[in-house]
T-cell receptor, first 115, second 115 residues
């Protein structure tokens, strides 16, 4: 596609349910980053991949959060047993190279609301 | 460690008047600095970036920013505000620490433009 896409754009779920958020990067982009943006704050780093390898997951808040990118393209961020504090905008970004020095192109985000 | 501080959470200007959005940075390395803009219901868009070339950086839509090492500042300016500039603006530094290339965002400055 022309840009980074994310789905769903909006997700409302009940506390305790699992959710899966999808990111489809720009075709051919090597690196993929996940960020979380709480209301009134800037995005905060969660994790990133080069190709299919998860390089750093130090930003994941706890073990309920996991991410994968099995074929080096689409990535899924999964939150298990959601809690109200997980409510936020989840954004992903991709870059063309793995050097970490290229522009990150952001998707529109998924707004997650946990009731 | 790297960080950025946006000095104003909200700035209001009249259409046709200058815009100044202030940002200070902290970095152990020669920093890579960015300004991103976020319009409602849209993804983050890169306005401009500084990567140790010219200290005065020109971006899209008439914005520019000046890197001042002595003041550790990277303020965003525009000579004449337009109604379409109303958005949230994020000052960003690239993390060259543990996670290669991830971005560290400020808390954002919401720009309002009055007719």
């Amino acid at each position: 596609g022309a840009g980074v896409s994310q789905s769903p754009r909006y997700k409302v779920t009940k506390r305790g349910q699992d959710v899966a958020l999808r990111c489809d990067p720009i075709s051919g982009h090597v690196s993929l980053y996940w960020y979380r943006q709480a209301l009134g704050q800037g995005p905060e780093f969660l994790t990133y991949f080069n190709y299919e390898a998860q390089q750093d997951k130090s930003g994941l808040p706890n073990d309920r959060f996991s991410a994968e990118r099995p074929e080096g393209s689409i990535s899924t961020l999964t939150i298990q047993r959601t809690e109200q504090r997980d409510s936020a905008m989840y954004r992903c970004a991709s870059t063309s190279q793995a050097s970490g020095r290229d522009e990150q192109f952001f998707g529109p985000g998924t707004r997650l609301t946990v009731l | 460690a790297q960080s950025v501080t946006q000095l104003d959470s909200h700035v209001s200007v009249s259409e046709g008047t200058p815009v100044l959005l202030r940002c200070n940075y902290s970095s152990s390395y020669s920093p890579s600095l960015f300004w991103y803009v976020q319009h409602p219901n849209k993804g983050l868009q890169l306005l401009l970036k500084y990567t140790s070339a010219a200290t005065l950086v020109k971006g899209i839509n008439g914005f520019e920013a000046e890197f001042k090492k002595s003041e550790t500042s990277f303020h965003l300016t525009k000579p004449s505000a337009h109604m379409s500039d109303a958005a949230e603006y994020f000052c960003v530094v690239r993390n060259y620490g543990g996670s290669q290339g991830n971005l560290i965002f400020g808390k954002g400055t919401k720009l309002s433009v009055k007719p």
